[in-house]
C-alpha cells in the first residue's frame, strides 16, 4: 500500500507557473506507474499526466501538452507536475495517483491509490 500526499498548489494568474509535488510512503514505490489527474467544480475528475515506473516513459493530456510536464524521483520517492503557461481553464483540485498494474493507463478507476488533492486557482 502507498499513502499520498500532493502540495505546491495555489492562485497563479494566467501564464504563470506552478509546481506540484505528490511524496509516496510506504514500500515499493518504484513498482507504481504515476498519475496526475484534476477535477474541476461540476465535472468528472479527468486525466493530466501519468509516468512509467522509469520514469522514461510518459504521456499527457492533450489540452496540457506541451505546456506541462510530469517527473518522478524514485530515490525520493516523489512525482512532481511542472505546469506552465496555466491558463483559467487549468483551474480544479489535482489529484496525483498511483496504479499497481502499471499497463499505462489513464482512466481513473484503473488507479488504486489517490492523495487528497491540491486546489490550483487560475485567474484571467
Known amino acids: 500500500q502507498v499513502q499520498l500526499v500532493e502540495s505546491g498548489g495555489g492562485l497563479v494568474q494566467a501564464g504563470g507557473s506552478l509546481r506540484l509535488s505528490c511524496a509516496a510512503s510506504?514500500?515499493?514505490?518504484?513498482?507504481?506507474?504515476m498519475g496526475w489527474f484534476r477535477q474541476a467544480p461540476g465535472k468528472e475528475r479527468e486525466f493530466v499526466a501519468r509516468i512509467s515506473r522509469s520514469g522514461t516513459s510518459t504521456r499527457y493530456a492533450d489540452s496540457v501538452k506541451g505546456r506541462f510536464t510530469i517527473s518522478r524521483d524514485n530515490a525520493k520517492n516523489t512525482v512532481a507536475l511542472q505546469m506552465n503557461s496555466l491558463k483559467p481553464e487549468d483551474t480544479a483540485v489535482y489529484y496525483c495517483a498511483a496504479d499497481r498494474r502499471a499497463i499505462g493507463s489513464i482512466t481513473v478507476g484503473e488507479y488504486d491509490y489517490w492523495g487528497q488533492g491540491t486546489q490550483v486557482t487560475v485567474s484571467s
Open positions: 510506504g514500500r515499493s514505490f518504484g513498482v507504481y506507474e
